[in-house]
């Protein structure tokens, strides 16, 4: 299909919204891409090929999907506003390889689409809900080899951050401990119907094979963190002391800080994951 054809395209995007008299729904976090350069860029990062199943998240009315099902084997789109089927049913006709599902990807048993096979995930993510749908992806057991996703280029941002920076966090470490990310694209607020007010970026997150430590206690590694980055400011010792859903005493803490040679000032976001993964292997003891 010809670029001036596809939803890129936006003056297709607009005879669409208008044919189905469709309203953007806040609550869905809705903006269509009418970029054909970035919806190229996105199937690149994402390394997309013939042989490969794809896992589109929130397809709206189907312009990235149109592009997904020419690069790939089969893409499966799961797209929560019932109100956008009959649209996709109209804009993905003439595509063969596309299965629209009409549910909300939190709810899915992804694996069970596939059935079991590898799989990429590729998406325009609504920005509301990127750090669930991601996490949930990272945490669970399916076998997605990668996801790539446009998303607030400020999330982006600090899924790639380094200790030290105003950027890294909790995010950044959840990431990183089970991902390689990279940054394919940035992407102004001029390529979407409507919109949004903030900057978008492009971000690729490899999966590992084996998480990038190892650690006795996950759970407690990622209590650690989240009790570090609570209260940013603070140091880690006073982070965890007032954290109320970690059990362990500051001076434990302290002890293992010196054992490791670490000053007992210091704060989270100055502790590289690695570190983060000692420290709580030592006080799991």
Same mark, same amino acid.
Do not use: W
């Given at each position: 299909?010809?670029?001036?054809?596809?939803?890129?395209?936006? !003056?297709?995007?607009?005879?669409?919204? #208008?044919?189905?008299?469709?309203?953007?729904?806040?609550?869905?976090? #809705?903006?269509?891409?009418?970029?054909?350069?970035?919806?190229?860029?996105?199937?690149?990062?994402?390394?997309?090929?013939?042989?490969?199943?794809?896992?589109?998240?929130?397809?709206?009315?189907?312009?990235?999907? #149109?592009?997904?099902? /020419?690069?790939?084997?089969?893409?499966?789109?799961?797209?929560?506003?019932?109100?956008?089927?009959?649209?996709?049913?109209?804009?993905?006709?003439?595509?063969?390889?596309?299965?629209?599902?009409? /549910?909300?990807?939190?709810?899915?048993?992804?694996?069970?689409?596939?059935?079991?096979?590898?799989?990429?995930?590729?998406?325009?993510?609504?920005?509301?809900?990127?750090?669930?749908?991601?996490?949930?992806?990272?945490?669970?057991?399916?076998?997605?080899?990668?996801?790539?996703?446009?998303? !607030?280029?400020?999330?982006?941002?600090?899924?790639?951050?380094?200790?030290?920076?105003?950027?890294?966090?909790?995010?950044?470490?959840?990431? !990183?401990?089970?991902?390689?990310?990279?940054?394919?694209?940035?992407?102004?607020?001029?390529?979407?119907?409507?919109?949004?007010?903030?900057?978008?970026?492009?971000?690729?997150?490899?999966?590992?094979?084996?998480?990038?430590?190892?650690?006795?206690?996950?759970?407690?590694?990622?209590?650690?963190?989240?009790?570090?980055?609570? /209260?940013?400011?603070?140091?880690?010792?006073?982070?965890?002391?007032?954290?109320?859903?970690?059990?362990?005493?500051?001076?434990?803490?302290?002890?293992?800080?010196?054992?490791?040679?670490?000053?007992?000032?210091?704060?989270?976001?100055?502790?590289?994951?690695?570190?983060?993964?000692?420290?709580?292997?030592?006080?799991?003891?």
């Amino acid at each position: 299909m010809e670029d001036k054809n596809k939803l890129s395209n936006p !003056q297709k995007t607009i005879e669409v919204i #208008q044919k189905y008299n469709f309203n953007f729904k806040k609550s869905f976090g #809705q903006n269509f891409l009418i970029d054909s350069h970035v919806t190229d860029k996105i199937i690149r990062a994402a390394e997309i090929g013939k042989d490969d199943n794809v896992l589109e998240i929130g397809p709206g009315i189907g312009t990235l999907t #149109q592009y997904l099902a /020419e690069a790939a084997g089969r893409v499966v789109a799961v797209e929560i506003d019932e109100k956008l089927i009959p649209v996709l049913e109209e804009t993905l006709s003439g595509y063969d390889n596309v299965k629209v599902i009409n /549910e909300d990807i939190l709810k899915c048993d992804i694996d069970s689409i596939f059935g079991g096979k590898p799989f990429k995930v590729v998406a325009n993510l609504p920005y509301y809900i990127t750090t669930p749908i991601i996490m949930g992806l990272l945490e669970g057991k399916s076998h997605f080899d990668s996801i790539t996703v446009m998303i !607030q280029k400020e999330v982006a941002d600090r899924m790639k951050a380094g200790p030290g920076t105003k950027d890294y966090g909790a995010l950044s470490l959840a990431v !990183q401990y089970y991902a390689e990310p990279y940054l394919a694209a940035n992407v102004p607020p001029n390529c979407f119907i409507p919109r949004p007010a903030v900057g978008s970026a492009v971000i690729r997150l490899k999966r590992l094979e084996e998480p990038r430590v190892a650690v006795k206690d996950e759970k407690l590694l990622f209590g650690l963190i989240r009790a570090a980055f609570m /209260e940013r400011r603070k140091t880690l010792l006073n982070a965890v002391k007032n954290y109320r859903e970690m059990d362990i005493s500051k001076e434990k803490v302290e002890e293992a800080l010196v054992k490791m040679s670490i000053d007992t000032r210091i704060r989270g976001e100055a502790l590289t994951l690695e570190q983060f993964a000692k420290l709580s292997d030592m006080l799991s003891e």
